[in-house]
């Protein structure tokens, strides 16, 4: 499978800017789910700021209607 990195970062909101995975999005989400977190593109801009991706972050917020 041919990875689309640059299409990929077109949408990326991360805002790690070290980030290796940037626009890999098959290592980001293996990455997130080992630390059993979703990856940046799951939250609205302000909540990722944040780097709280957790699982609980994100029910929170679905639970509250945000996402």
Known sequence: MECKKQQNLLKCNCSYE???RKGLCCECVSYHRRMRELPACFFPD???KTYDRSFEK???LVNKGIV
């Open 18 to 20: 070290p980030c290796s």
């Open 46 to 48: 302000n909540i990722e």
């Open 58 to 60: 994100f029910a929170l």
